[in-house]
């Protein structure tokens, strides 16, 4: 999509009217205008943000990154002056200067924090002019997205957008702050980097220089950290965009920014020790909120209680397996999944009795979406059990499973069963849209986890290979090594996730700092000697050379800058992010280039997109 | 090149011999420890620097990020740690515990900070091997720099490197101090960007969702902190990445840091006033060195007097022109070249009389790197003038000449005629290299310089048309924006650069903030309106819709640390970079990549590297 301009101008006379800065200087930001101020001259600048004639008297507020002040153009104070205000239109950039005065009893305005104020304008000078805006600049925009990314320099003039980004703004000293004082050293790795393709697929970048080779932009400064730690920087840090160029699911973005850090001699509890502080540091500071102990759960007990490794526990509405039940009873469907290593999970969702069977088959397709076959319940009224299925079980059967989910009259009991993950996914995410509907997840309160004991590997049934859960660099446990070859699936990871209210924000790990060690995990994924040397070749040479224990994390900036302002998307938190295709709508990017930009990087392009 | 593994390790009873790090806490680094500590136990970690056996005694220097400590193994604690010592080399990754003593007298080490003290070691972990490594961790490593880079991770083990990373941590902490006090907002830019040929050559990333389209890696944040001036952000910075796919001429990378800012509602004094506070800043907390006034000297002046727009005013050796002589004068080559519109200027290289003919025959082979055809020169001694050319002149032309050069006996002047770029590009090296032979400069001095009044455009010979000398978003001086599309190279632009010691360190401007400006200005580099859309249409839109007046600046960051470090490259002050051909030699990037990346991408490759 090329730049589809408005070719709309101001010309003429309006360029005309324009005055230039000069050697006006600036006293003061308008939202900081107070009472204390009164009788005070001051020096302001900023846009127009609305203006009306009232009798005679010019009625402006102007706005700049602080907020707004009421501006009066007066007779009282000059003719000309209010007739030149009377050209001034919504967005106007003006430069102004007057005495601040008191308002008149009852024109005071609550809502502005400088409405008990307002300054008589002596002096006013047209700085420059605005074509009338696409979209007001207000809080409750109406418009789409797209449009708001296209004109985001109007879109960030809205209050809340400002206020997201110096929120931001202020995330990042904070947290270097609490890095700083810890003695962390904050150290850049490098963006042109080369393609280890192991995890998300990159980003490359065609040298010119060497004809058919590429860089490839980091999707983490994972290696590079990990090499500072075997220099012997001891502690790094770095706020550092990452790349990944897949396909853009829900609100991902193609380049992302993430909190890094890495530290030697330090097991789990000393990187989670430096986490708990950071993020406890932002929310007391930039929300005035303490966060309390921090629990941590195994993976295994978050995918038995939740049926994922981010669990919200905010809310109850647990799973509970009744795999044992479903394998003795005479339901064909149970019977059937168990014998092929199926489990079978369910939770009660609490007085959903009065569900209808319409949103029985809503909840029913909901978890279809999740590869769920099918959606059994029981419903349990003072008249008995509701169910199609209930017929298939023996009253002790029917018992046991009540006692277990702690069925009580009212209460509508779900049953999923399929291979585990599938009973997981399909029941975690039936467990959220129920906590939602009945609306059992409390808004006000930060829900921190960490999830620990993850498995080192996950069978990849494609690919018919063990893959690395988090990434091939992870520690396992110590008493774990033995099992690497024999049995992967039983090796448990040195790694931790950090959960805030059901989003993973950061996860790390203790590394393998090992050679012979590494050499196993890559022998595990299915790495040969050759590609393991040819891939991660300068990390395992480093790993001779003296590599001290080490481990180290990192959160999602944009994430967790989202979820504390509350936004649901982490567009919102980014000043110029990308749409869920990866364009920039503001400067047309990606965008097609000139043949002889191609011809010197020695590529041609194999197929073009159809306009 | 693919990366070249030694094939060796270290294996079978080495690995055996490693332990966990277990429970151990870490109580010290190994520099910090002091004569305050005496009879302290102490837990410590590092790296083995030296280990000796002196008569059944083993002394290992224990080093860590912050340095190195004496660590005696003594049979009077336990002969088995005394055994268990012997094993260790150089390199090798140790935890140990003991008490801290004082040195038995005559045996301190001055040269240490901790020479004072030593420690008894009770416990001795080892927990990690190295190889022998391929060069020592030494700061006068005697290696080349391929080597260095290469193993990346040994030579940031050497003080001086870590030092130099260190120093640049506290560089960034600084550097954002002064910005935020002083109500600045760090926000970032997007990497994957719009290529928009202007400048230098773009860094190219194929996007697979939009077949044939590229995203671009940012020359700089220019386009986007501009829109955040527009959105009314006010003060803008960023410590920002910036990508050239430029010939790596000297010292250049093609990925580079700078400290970028920008601000509204201000002029070119006020924008300069940050860029000091942030210099000032830096040299006294990290060098405790007051800067004092910063002269300003305007473009035409240091021309004339150097030569450059970037001179080293730390010693004299100025340049005088001579051109109304040479005009005159018989000698048929300076006449010539005053007749085709070139100038004379020359330098008087004060007691430079002894030079040997071999000498002068180099200086003129030097010049001529700069496309200067000779070095003409006249000697002045106490048996009169030596000189080729003199006999060219009147003797009234020779005396005005001495006498504009200021030479007395024992001085040589040398002389170049040629077009004026030719002989300032000739005459300012020659100045730099002689200042340099005869030791003029002291490199104690700080030399801190603005240049202002730049011309807004040059000619660009090759392509016949102007073209913007710093970019074509930098504000003509009001005075001077009639002229813009009469008489283009007289336009001065409302720019200025920073030069420290010789280097242009900064430059920055007031922008355009007016959309009829800049359009004209890119009339006057040669854009057609739609070309002009087609790449910066955003911005011309930006323009539209109130946008205020606005400048900034950006430093370059390695290069100042590097200044401020002594060190002769960038390279010594970024941690991970690339060599002149940008490779990196850890990683061994660029490289080549699967086809599959490349099927993905839409693109293929037309030229292969020949190996």
Not at 102 to 125: D, F, H, I, M, Q
Not at 351 to 368: N, P, Y
Not at 387 to 412: C, H, M, Q, W, Y
Not at 506 to 526: C, L, T
């Amino acid at each position: 999509m090329t730049y589809n301009s408005q070719a709309k101008s101001l010309k003429g006379e309006v360029i005309k009217m324009l005055e230039h800065l000069g050697e006006f200087e600036r006293t003061s930001y308008c939202g900081e205008v107070s009472a204390s101020d009164i009788g005070k001259k001051v020096k302001l600048a900023g846009w127009v943000d609305t203006t009306r004639d009232h009798g005679g008297v010019v009625f402006t507020d102007l706005r700049d990154r602080t907020g707004k002040i009421q501006i009066v153009f007066s007779p009282e104070i000059s003719e000309e002056l209010v007739e030149k205000a009377k050209k001034l239109k919504d967005e106007y950039v003006v430069a102004i200067e007057g005495e601040v005065r008191r308002r008149p009893s009852g024109t005071e305005n609550p809502k502005l924090k400088t409405g008990e104020v307002e300054v008589y304008a002596e002096k006013l000078k047209i700085l420059n002019k605005s074509l009338p805006l696409p979209f007001p600049v207000d809080d409750d925009v109406k418009v789409g997205e797209d449009i708001r990314l296209k004109y985001r320099f109007l879109d960030l003039r809205r209050k809340k957008m400002m206020d997201n980004i110096i929120f931001r703004h202020k995330l990042y000293q904070i947290t270097r702050n609490v890095f700083n004082e810890e003695g962390f050293i904050e150290i850049e790795t490098p963006f042109l980097t080369k393609s280890t393709p192991e995890g998300a697929r990159d980003f490359l970048v065609p040298s010119r220089i060497y004809p058919g080779k590429f860089y490839a932009l980091p999707q983490s400064p994972q290696l590079f950290k990990q090499i500072l730690m075997v220099a012997g920087f001891d502690r790094y840090y770095q706020i550092a965009r990452c790349f990944r160029d897949e396909d853009l699911r829900a609100d991902r973005q193609p380049e992302f920014t993430q909190v890094d850090f890495e530290m030697s001699f330090v097991r789990e509890k000393d990187v989670m020790n430096i986490a708990e502080k950071v993020l406890r540091r932002l929310y007391k500071e930039l929300l005035g909120i303490e966060i309390g102990e921090i629990p941590v759960m195994s993976y295994d007990e978050a995918m038995s209680r939740f049926g994922t490794d981010r669990p919200d526990t905010r809310f109850g509405l647990e799973l509970k397996e009744i795999t044992d039940i479903a394998e003795k009873c005479s339901f064909k469907v149970f019977r059937m999944v168990t014998e092929n290593g199926g489990i079978v999970k369910a939770i009660n969702f609490k007085g959903g009795a009065t569900l209808s069977r319409k949103e029985i088959d809503d909840l029913t397709k909901f978890v279809g979406i999740y590869g769920a076959k099918g959606l059994a319940w029981i419903k349990v009224t003072d008249k008995g059990l509701q169910s199609p299925i209930v017929k298939f079980f023996t009253e002790g059967e029917i018992n046991e499973i009540l006692k277990r989910l702690e069925a009580e009259v009212g209460d509508i009991l779900f049953f999923v069963a399929d291979k585990p993950d599938v009973v997981n996914a399909a029941l975690s995410n039936l467990r959220l849209k129920l906590g939602k509907m009945a609306d059992l997840i409390d808004d006000s309160k930060i829900n921190v986890l960490w999830i620990v004991d993850f498995p080192m590997f996950e069978w990849n049934e494609d690919e018919n290979r063990w893959e690395a859960l988090h990434h091939p660099f992870t520690s396992p446990k110590e008493e774990d090594v033995e099992k690497l070859l024999e049995d992967p699936g039983k090796v448990r990871a040195r790694a931790y996730d950090m959960v805030l209210n059901g989003v993973e924000v950061g996860g790390g790990s203790i590394r393998i700092y090992r050679e012979d060690i590494q050499e196993k995990v890559f022998k595990v994924i299915g790495l040969s000697d050759e590609e393991a040397k040819e891939r991660f070749g300068f990390l395992l040479e480093a790993l001779k050379y003296g590599a001290p224990p080490h481990g180290g994390m990192a959160f999602g900036l944009d994430r967790l800058c989202a979820i504390m302002r509350g936004e649901e998307s982490i567009r919102d938190v980014i000043a110029f992010p990308k749409t869920q295709r990866g364009q920039c709508l503001l400067t047309g990017a990606p965008d097609t280039v000139r043949p002889e930009q191609l011809e010197e990087l020695h590529i041609e392009i194999t197929k073009e997109e159809e306009e």
